[in-house]
């Protein structure tokens, strides 16, 4: 029954995100004039709803409420409820819509051979979701920073049904009151919170089964994309390759099978945001950037790094508000901002409870090699380098460029963090690139697959002259 009761926690979690969405009208047109609409609420809202359990259970330790069921889960269905009914009410929740789009995934309406590429391609995702599930329930907490980082603050605060301080090493044994230790004291809580919704919802410790958010993170991104990819013009199958591409990167998976870390979690946050903004780019709907804006602000609460990656979204920004400047201003502002962590040098300055030694000492040659050598990405950066290439012009000027700037600013933010030993230590392991660099990664996916499409797509038909009227003779 445990498994019942995490199953439905979850599956609330999710319904109010998909609540909120449904209540603000996101994405806002009919499905016949937005393809993929169902795919793309279904993927943020999942995100959205982890977030908003996440925030939640932070008030609730902040104002001495014990973590449970009835505080977290009641409060929840009410207000899923009263979404639900305004969304209704509004006429944004339509069973007919529903009912098609299901209908689409099984009868999608193409060739017959592209049917069968889509049948081989929904299989395949099917046996890739189940598999990483079944090794996320039979597989103990395994990987190393998932139970030194993350696990013990899950496992303290899941006990105690509240959310308390962790030190350092000097102060713990110090003798502070109240403290706790781990490998990363200062880490973001937003994993740890996660895993103790799931055992709150098992109504026990279970360093397996509290796991189920990473593959359901999985499921969501690629739902997503998926979404984000029709939404822009691709058609039902270049997009669900898109999906594919993404759900199927070698290091995404491990991070999925090896759950506990917070990298899968962060590289969805950020992936949406950047998407929310780029979408907002072309539409110019609040909703899009209030949702980006969200998201963004997100970005720092689960891991410290997170700070960098919500301020790239900045240079897309810039290239939107400034169309005929934009891709200059960006490339000047990384490259003064190149310039001053030089001149900075070797002083020392507290960050996130660590000293900060802005010494210059890069390892660019292990993010090479890991990118380019290494099988965790296969073929992935030379398709990205080939692709940026090919299709610089367009990368640089409208509708692709907001998207390209942040993209570019994401892998400035990687090489800038691997020149430095002090800023790496901040982002985690300063031996852990590929984990780092997968924040980026499904972003460059969807890049690549929005420039593939505009690479391939046909020109648009110049319009008939019309007919040059006859002139009355004088």
Known sequence: MSYVTLALGWALTWLLGLALLLALDWPRGSPEGRPGRAALRLGYAFILGALLLTLWMRVLS??????????????FFLATAGLLAWAARRGTVSYGATRAAATRLWRPGL???QVLMWMLLLAWLALRLVLLAAEVAWQPLYPWDAW?????????????????PFAPADVWLAGATGAYFDASPYAPATVPLLQVWSSVTLGRWDDSAMNLPWPLTLLALTLAVYGILRDQGAGQLAALTGAYLVASMP?????VALAGYADLFMAAVYTLA?????RWTRLRDWRDAGLALALAACCPLIKTLGVGWGLT??????AALFPSRGVRIVAIALAVAALALLALGQPGAPLFGQRVTLAFQSSWALLAQSDLL???????WYAAIALAVVGARRLVRAPLAPLAMIAAAGVGLLV???????LAAIAGDYTSVNRATLHVAPLLVCLGALLWRELTASPAPEPAALPTPAVADA
């Open 62 to 75: 902040a104002t001495g409420v014990r973590f449970s069921w009835v505080a977290i889960g009641v409060p």
């Open 111 to 113: 060739p017959r051979w």
């Open 148 to 164: 030194v980082q993350w696990a013990t603050k899950a496992r303290v605060w899941y006990e105690l049904g509240r959310i308390v």
């Open 251 to 255: 290091l995404l998976g491990v991070h």
């Open 274 to 278: 950047a998407l929310a903004l780029y």
């Open 313 to 318: 979204l900045l240079a897309g920004l810039a």
């Open 374 to 380: 290494f099988a965790s990405w296969h073929l992935f």
């Open 416 to 422: 800038v963090v691997f020149a430095y030993p002090g």
